[in-house]
């Protein structure tokens, strides 16, 4: 008898007929033989609801009360998924954050889980029961409830893999795999059978929403494989495991992209650390998000220091730069928005100049300029404008995969 995960997203369980379809698979497996324990997010929007009722009572809602809003979400699938398991003539309840223990950071809408008291899921799986855990949400040491931010059912999953030493952990979703590019912007992308962990970080990293990061990371740690499945067939899916159980590594497994990126750049700025030091603490202490940092050579003393953003962080970005540009002695501050990352992942260190001439050529021969270019031995990523992002993945598609 093995011990079986199930994690359901949103789309999975956006209606009633839905959430009686996941009831049967839930049952089906149960009835195979395995323990099943099921962790649902919000049905589909629900979220996205609570948070415009937030925002029409406050432009900046306390955090903390934000998080015991949120957290109704998924008590909401919990318990309609309970009671389509006990429809259908099985034992299944149904618990929150609160009831299971799951011990989280302090830190309210972002929180990290760092316990889980598992003694009441046990109980229950000895008595023969469905266990249905609320994803997304956690209590801190005060006991107030936190929420993990976006994606943090797919933590939640794992978290509990790891606590109750489960088998295997099956993520459900509207995908049906891992693929080589966004279906929706590559024809015809190839589905991976497996992919390593390291891999599946960087593209979760870099724009491929199938999986939270957080909740790979701890799965890379714990040596827990994650299924990553369809809720609506019955296709294999994706396998993310060590990648020594990997028979063939490629060189290039996938491509993943970002749109709404933007970039700042400080011109003629001494290339001195302490002056790099002061630009980021003072863009660190304002909350502006950055994603990559590059630094040129410069000529003698002075070189150009730019990082990528987000479109939404560029008015707060570019004005907060400019007023650093005057303390720090910057002769020009740039600002370029609406561009998009492209990110190729895999095993680059097998031919890393090979792959960097090819993409370099793709965007030669259609006359793109790459803004920022660099490359490790897992990723190389590019930001261009983001009208070229279509054809230019394409390109690199068809080419490298």
């Not at 954050?97 to 229950?124: F, L, M, P, Y």
């Not at 957080?214 to 019955?234: C, M, Q």
Request: charge should be neutral; aromatic fraction near 4%.
């Amino acid at each position: 008898m093995a011990l079986v995960i199930q994690k359901y997203g949103g789309t999975s369980v956006a209606n009633a007929e839905r959430v009686k379809a996941v009831a049967k698979r839930v049952v089906e497996r149960k009835r195979n033989g395995d323990n099943v324990v099921v962790v649902v997010s919000a049905p589909a929007g629900l979220t996205d609801e609570l948070i415009n009722k937030a925002k029409a009572i406050s432009s900046k809602p306390d955090k903390r009360e934000l998080d015991m809003l949120l957290c109704t979400g998924e008590q909401v699938s919990v318990a309609l998924l309970a009671m389509a398991i006990k429809e259908l003539g099985e034992k299944a309840i149904s618990y929150n954050a609160h009831q299971v223990k799951i011990r989280t950071t302090n830190s309210h809408t972002n929180a990290q889980i760092t316990e889980i008291d598992t003694k009441k899921i046990e109980a229950k799986l000895k008595n023969n029961h469905i266990v249905i855990v609320c994803g997304f949400q956690g209590i801190n040491d005060i006991d107030d409830l936190t929420t993990l931010g976006r994606g943090g059912s797919d933590t939640t999953g794992v978290a509990l893999g790891v606590a109750l030493k489960a088998d295997t952990v099956e993520i459900y979703t509207d995908v049906d795999g891992v693929y080589t590019a966004d279906p929706r912007i590559v024809a015809n992308p190839k589905k991976l059978e497996k992919i390593s962990f390291d891999e599946m970080l960087e593209l979760a990293g870099t724009g491929a929403k199938v999986l939270h990061s957080r909740s790979v990371e701890l799965g890379y740690k714990y040596n827990v494989p994650i299924h990553l499945r369809s809720s609506f067939d019955e296709s294999e899916g994706t396998i993310v495991c060590n990648k020594e159980l990997i028979e063939e590594e490629k060189l290039i497994t996938g491509i993943s992209h970002k749109l709404g990126e933007a970039l700042i750049i400080f011109e003629g700025i001494s290339n001195t650390p302490k002056i790099a030091s002061t630009v980021f603490n003072k863009i660190s202490e304002n909350g502006i998000f950055v994603e990559i940092i590059t630094q040129g050579a410069g000529k003698g003393i002075n070189t150009d220091l730019s990082f990528v953003t987000k479109n939404e962080c560029f008015d707060e970005a570019i004005l907060l730069a400019k007023e650093l540009a005057q303390d720090i002695g910057v002769s020009n501050v740039k600002g370029i928005k609406n561009l998009s990352m492209i990110s190729l992942v895999g095993n680059i260190n097998k031919d890393k100049l090979g792959v960097l001439n090819k993409v370099l050529l793709i965007l030669e021969e259609e006359n793109v300029k790459p803004l920022i270019l660099t490359a490790t031995d897992l990723k190389i990523s590019i930001v261009i404008e983001e009208i070229f992002l279509k054809k230019i993945i394409n390109l690199l598609h068809k080419n490298l995969i």
